[in-house]
């Protein structure tokens, strides 16, 4: 991991903004230019948002509302942190507020907005359309803590590098009172429109928010591209959480709603963007049956009463060719999750919902064991409702020796920061395995605890195997076992506060986080970059009476995946009682040595005194 | 083509509870949900904004089957208004 840049001027202005056009090799840090894969500045290259071109325009923010670890916060400014405009997903987290129930922690949707494996949600994208030229870049941002207002650019047909003249903006708009925070899924080929999913937010305490609306950018490939009303859904605005499914074989969007008051209250839509209206396809509000294992009922508020709800990514149904499903959470009467396997017909868009009928456990073990539910789900509507808690279950696939296995992993988030610290079971993610070629009936595989309250993720890798965890103080990084054996496995810890974290085009993961002088940070968290640098004593004390003692140290460097790196590493001794002893014999201070991509680098290390030393790592990069 | 004119409560961007009447109408086995605007159109008459097109009921059990005719697309939409619009 490296540090890019740390900022000092207090300018409005993104963190990163990489031009999305595979035709260009510009990424911009702040408002510098630079080349994309060698992050070589570009002699005057600065990027403008100005529409007239004559102006210093804000587009973003650097790092604010911050704080500081361990403080309290009093940044009430309303807006995002850090933002950053990349071409791959990317998750925001604000950080000024933390333990409290407030808007100011409220969960950007972004890695589970979208159920489409190949239509992830960005909200700063390239479109083109081959059959006339037409492209178009369309850019915005989501301010969290009022909902009220977000900005959006569009540069249209541009021709040049961004930061030249003729590459100015279209439109630079700040809409107000629009109550709601969207995000972009899907082109519409045929319209020509761009598709949102929209979250709405009550006007007053704006943490009830479900995510009703299905609206479109119209006529993206011209200079007047402008967002329709969407279809008007606002009495469910308080009630339901949506996700866009998928894209129906007649083009339009497909979105699904969720109720936040039980578990088995689900509409699905498509959504026409050209005369903004909508077709229902599927409605079941019926309360399941107890089969198998599964006790069915209506687990009330009891087990957490109110609770977006969101589901996993559609995936090829096992048992019907050529179709999709996914599966939505649903927790049974007695509190245990026993999720819907709904099938997507993809042929007539017809959905049928299915009971999962046995989620089985180790022994005598029960979802308890490892899980309880977040107690705030359960209290007053002003809090049990809203995007700052949320449970989402996602499913991905590993292979063994040439067996396949899907499982699906259930997550339980809090934005708020340290709500879940005191109790190790509402910060464990459990991971099921779906016996194969029925989606109804799920092992338990494995679990992990998080460290500290998870208040989003961030998926960094397409695949869904590797995923990043925010927390108030730190950020983890987990990556599913190959061998299909322990489930998500901790391989990096970074000890920064990050508010934004994604990917770009070179899949080069990029971080923000306040930084020295409030003012962002730029972190660049990229695979070839060790995050983490071990060395290891070969006993972790030492007996000196007076005889120098020959020892070894062995030394690795990770990535941020926990695998082994090729750098160089340089070593240095702190302290009095210990030496490094290089390959002529010599005892010296000060010794570098190149670690491997396949084992342990073993170093010889002597003792010749009484004390303690330290050995300091630096990176070579 | 029969019509009823329906009123729903709903909530406005600022969290008050508003009134809304809605056209609906069934023609031809499809089922169409549209807002009556204040907007007036050139004859004087108040704009419809078409909101839902629906060709089938959906049940609660999350199958579909075809209306009947324009009372059994009428009955179904008052059933289950609170949960599509």
């Not at chain 1, 708020?416 to 991971?431: A, C, E, L, V």
């Not at chain 1, 061998?483 to 970074?494: D, E, N, P, Q, R």
């Not at chain 2, 059990?61 to 289950?80: H, I, L, T, Y």
Request: include cysteine; charged fraction near 15%; glycine fraction near 8%.
């Amino acid at each position: 991991m490296a540090i890019i840049t740390t900022n000092r001027p207090n300018r409005y202005i993104h963190a990163v903004y990489e031009d999305p056009r595979p035709s260009s090799a510009r990424i911009y840090i702040n408002e510098q230019g630079f080349v994309k894969n060698t992050l070589a500045a570009v002699v005057d290259s600065k990027i403008s948002h100005s529409v007239s071109g004559q102006s210093l325009t804000d587009f973003g923010y650097p790092s604010v509302n911050a704080q500081a670890i361990g403080g309290t916060g009093t940044d009430t400014t309303t807006n995002w942190t850090g933002v950053l405009f990349l071409t791959g997903e990317i998750t925001h987290v604000q950080n000024q507020f933390v333990g409290i129930t407030d808007q100011r922690c409220n969960i950007d949707l972004t890695p589970f907005v979208s159920m489409d494996p190949n239509r992830r949600a960005k909200n700063h994208r390239w479109e083109y359309d081959a059959s006339t030229g037409n492209n178009t870049i369309v850019t915005l941002y989501n301010e969290f803590y009022s909902h009220q207002t977000y900005y959006w650019e569009h540069r249209y047909n541009i021709t040049g590098e961004i930061d030249t003249v003729g590459s100015r903006p279209t439109s630079l708009t700040q809409t107000a009172n629009l109550y709601r925070n969207i995000w972009a899924v899907y082109r519409n080929p045929v319209s020509n429109n761009l598709i949102y999913c929209g979250a709405y937010l009550n006007s007053g305490t704006r943490n009830v928010p479900g995510s009703p609306y299905a609206f479109a950018l119209n006529n993206i490939f011209s200079a007047s591209a402008s967002f329709n009303a969407g279809v008007d859904f606002t009495s469910q605005g308080m009630t339901h959480a949506t996700q866009f499914i998928g894209v129906s074989i007649d083009t339009r969007a497909i979105f699904i709603r969720n109720n936040f008051t039980t578990d088995y209250d689900q509409i699905i839509y498509k959504y026409n963007d050209s005369l903004n209206t909508f077709t229902t396809l599927f409605t079941n509000s019926t309360t399941p049956t107890a089969t198998g294992t599964n006790g069915g009922g209506n687990r009330a508020a009891l087990f957490g009463g109110y609770a977006g709800k969101y589901s996993s990514s559609t995936f090829s149904d096992p048992t019907s060719a050529g179709n999709q499903g996914f599966y939505t959470p649903y927790f049974d009467v007695n509190g245990r999750y026993h999720p819907f396997f709904v099938q997507w017909n993809v042929s007539t868009d017809a959905f049928t919902r299915n009971n999962t009928t046995s989620v089985t456990y180790p022994g005598s073990n029960t979802m308890s064991t490892y899980w309880t539910v977040d107690q705030n789900m359960t209290t007053g509507v002003s809090v049990s409702y809203g995007a700052q808690r949320l449970w989402y279950n996602e499913t991905f696939t590993n292979t063994v020796s040439s067996t396949t296995t899907r499982y699906i992993t259930l997550f339980q988030l809090h934005g708020g920061g340290n709500s879940y610290d005191s109790d190790p079971k509402q910060r464990t993610f459990i991971t099921y395995s779906m016996t194969t070629g029925t989606p109804t009936t799920l092992v338990y595989h494995s679990s992990v605890i998080i460290p500290l309250t998870p208040k989003n993720i961030v998926w960094l890798n397409d695949t869904r195997t590797t995923c990043g965890v925010f927390t108030h103080t730190a950020f983890y990084v987990y990556t599913f076992d190959a061998t299909g054996v322990a489930g998500w496995v901790l391989t990096s810890t970074l000890p920064y506060q990050f508010n934004a974290v994604g990917r770009d085009s070179l899949n080069r993961i990029w971080a923000t986080d306040v930084g020295p002088n409030q003012m962002g940070r730029v972190h660049l968290i990229t695979p070839s970059v060790p995050a983490t640098v071990s060395v290891v004593t070969a006993a972790s004390s030492y007996n000196y009476a007076g005889s120098t003692i020959n020892s070894t140290a062995t030394v690795n460097a990770y990535d941020v995946n926990g695998v082994r790196l090729a750098v160089s590493v340089t070593l240095t001794v702190s302290g009095t009682s210990l030496v490094l002893v290089n390959s002529s014999s010599v005892q010296v201070t000060t010794l570098t040595v190149t670690t491997s991509t396949s084992a342990d680098t073993t170093v010889n290390i002597a003792i010749i005194g009484a004390g303690n030393s330290n050995i300091i790592t630096s990176v070579n990069v | 083509m029969d019509s009823i004119i329906i009123e729903r409560l709903k909530t406005d961007a600022d969290g008050n509870e508003i009134t809304k009447n809605y056209n609906v109408s069934y023609e031809l086995g499809t089922l169409v949900v549209s807002e009556i605007s204040e907007e007036k159109d050139s004859n004087g008459e108040n704009k419809l904004i078409p909101v839902m097109i629906q060709p089938w009921k959906c049940l609660p059990d999350g199958s579909r089957d075809n209306f009947a005719d324009s009372q059994d697309a009428f009955d179904w939409f008052n059933e289950f208004k609170d949960q599509v619009i």
